[in-house]
């Protein structure tokens, strides 16, 4: 079980690397990034709401109270982060936003031996180290970066980070009493509800009658959403989530070897070594880990 949910993470981190071939084609189309993040909740939570009604609308069934652990794992985490994250973006770039965003584990790490008493081990923390330089040579934010970065730039993109890393806290938590399906179902609904009166969508329905927009926003739903989601929420359920987050950052490997296969992008030599280091901290945190 422990091995199937190892993968289960991975595959779904891997999902989540996928993203940029459904986004790039929904802001050609003139989305923007809120409204994409819009479609993508929406998206998501539509088909989990029809799926769950078909298997098991039991499922459905929770307490009033425990609504505050999908106000946590939907709109503190799923709206914040992705808030945070694209504000970044705009603040300083892409590369400098991505590395923010993967303080993530580190957050995670923290918080799982406050709630959980999670073992902080010599392993996790050397895997941390790895998986955050893997990403910066990954990115390229090193060894050629030297802009500078601003106080909000870098308040947005920790607190990128930090959003990114409730979603680890919160979800273990619902997972106490709840089935993965049912996290992610009332996580997306919850999601669904807090964004949809700043995504100014109804601005963008002219877009609807565009093809491409309903097959790439149902992809984006499907792929990179639902079944990333879905994949690592089952699999958060079963280890620590200290180790599920550090395993996610397999995800910008993912995403910079789909622009090498897919985009023609080169990969440098220090993008391979960051992958090898990530590829490395994946392994490196499965082994049972000795107190510190």
Same mark, same amino acid.
């Given at each position: ?57 039991? =499922? ?42 993967? /303080? ?80 992610? /179902? ?46 690592? /929420? ?27 296969? =897919? ?20 392994? =490196? ?8």
């Amino acid at each position: 079980m422990k091995k199937f949910a190892y993968l289960s993470v991975v595959i779904g981190a891997a999902l989540w690397g996928i993203i940029g071939l459904f986004v790039k084609e929904l802001y050609g189309q003139g989305l923007t990034p809120i409204q994409v993040v819009a479609i993508r909740v929406i998206t998501a939570a539509v088909i989990l709401l029809i799926y769950i009604l078909i298997k098991n609308p039991s =499922l459905l069934i929770i307490k009033p109270l425990d609504g505050k652990y999908f106000i946590g794992t939907g709109i503190f985490s799923i709206v914040f982060f992705n808030w945070c994250f694209f504000s970044a973006i705009k603040e300083t770039s892409l590369s400098v936003a991505t590395i923010l965003l993967y /303080t993530g584990p580190a957050f995670v790490t923290v918080f799982s031996r406050i709630f959980f008493k999670e073992l902080l081990t010599k392993r996790k923390v050397i895997a941390l180290l790895m998986t955050f330089l893997g990403c910066a040579f990954v990115i390229g934010l090193v060894p050629n970066h030297s802009n500078s970065i601003s106080f909000p730039g870098l308040l947005l993109g920790v607190g990128s980070g930090f959003g990114y890393a409730l979603y680890s806290i919160f979800g273990k938590f619902a997972l106490n009493k709840y089935s993965f399906l049912t996290t992610i /179902t009332y996580t997306f609904l919850f999601a669904s509800v807090a964004i949809i009166p700043a995504s100014h969508l109804w601005d963008a329905v002219h877009l609807l009658y565009n093809t491409k927009v309903w097959l790439y926003g149902i992809g984006l739903g499907v792929f990179p959403t639902v079944l990333a989601f879905g994949l690592y /929420t089952h699999g958060l359920s079963h280890i620590e989530s200290s180790r599920a987050s550090i395993m996610a950052t397999i995800e910008p490997v993912v995403a910079a070897l789909v622009g090498l296969l =897919l985009f023609g992008e080169v990969l440098t030599i220090w993008q391979l070594g960051g992958i090898l280091f990530v590829l490395a901290s994946i392994i =490196l945190v499965q082994k049972q880990p000795k107190p510190v």
